[in-house]
């Protein structure tokens, strides 16, 4: 692990408020893992997601993180980045374009057999309580 503290000036103005700004601690595993870039789009609006990535300043090369900061998320150890896409910027880097996710769900025999007999189970739960409650009400009726 290591760390990296930053020391912030305090303010030199003569307010009432004595707060200076603070300091920023950050911690930092010895473990690195590049960003993941995912562009995402809905109408007009384009954003660049960079994920999973271990080093605190590792999107500091690309101008369109610049003003954004990188968060982690709480319980987890890796950081996560998202800034918004003008036309002339784009979410790769050096021009490559991101590929489509070639991942597909397959149908599984026995998944879909086990799914089909609990739903078999669970209507003839439901036939037999209905039918119980019938048998009971026309007990009640006959008396």
Not at 4 to 23: A, C, N, S, V
Not at 65 to 89: C, D, M
Not at 92 to 109: A, F, I, N
């Amino acid at each position: 692990m290591s760390a990296m503290l930053e020391l912030y000036e305090e303010d030199d103005d003569d307010d009432d408020d004595d707060d200076g700004l603070g300091t920023k601690l950050t911690v930092e595993s010895d473990h690195e893992s590049k960003p993941s870039f995912y562009k995402l789009s809905h109408d007009n609006t384009s954003l660049c997601l960079a994920t999973d990535f271990s080093k605190y300043n590792a999107t500091e090369d690309r101008p369109i993180f610049k003003g954004t900061a990188p968060a982690r998320i709480n319980g987890f150890s890796q950081f996560n980045q998202v800034a918004l896409l003008s036309e002339e910027n784009d979410c790769e880097k050096d021009g490559t374009q991101s590929q489509e996710c070639g991942l597909t769900l397959e149908q599984d025999t026995k998944v879909n057999m086990v799914s089909l007999t609990i739903l078999g189970l669970r209507l003839l739960f439901l036939k037999t309580i209905v039918f119980n409650v019938l048998m009971t009400l026309r007990l009640w009726i006959s008396q």
